[in-house]
Nanobody, 123 residues
């Protein structure tokens, strides 16, 4: 598996988690990357994205101000810091590597996907 996501778990509302995504084959350092999530019965949606060098970021309205995306290109790792978690944040979170260096919110423009990590927020 090229992208390995980790860091999920069970947390109470208001708590924090930090997700990590390791690019084991080191092929995404010049590509945009993103975090997506899929809740039960819902379609997968974008959460956040970051450009190849980290200069540009995107956040879904639902997580703006609570989540922070970052990357360490030297470590080939993508992160998602999640604060003030809400029960509606419960989902499987996936990391993905884009086809291009610039940010995109279009899922079809992400070529590699991790297997996902479960985040459960209790009320």
């Amino acid at each position: 598996v090229q992208l390995q996501a980790s860091g999920g778990g069970l947390v109470q509302a208001g708590g924090s988690l930090r997700l990590s995504c390791a690019d084991t084959r080191r092929t995404s350092s010049n590509n945009a990357m993103g975090w997506f999530r899929q809740a039960p019965g819902k379609e997968r949606e974008i959460v956040a994205a970051i450009s190849w060098n980290g200069d540009n970021t995107y956040y879904a309205d639902s997580v703006m101000g609570r989540f922070g995306i970052s990357r360490d290109r030297a470590k080939n790792t993508l992160y998602l810091q999640m604060n003030s978690l809400k029960p509606e944040d419960t989902a499987i979170y996936y990391c993905a590597s884009g086809l291009y260096a610039r940010i995109t919110t279009t899922q079809s423009l992400y070529r590699y996907w991790g297997l996902g990590t479960q985040v459960t927020v209790s009320s």
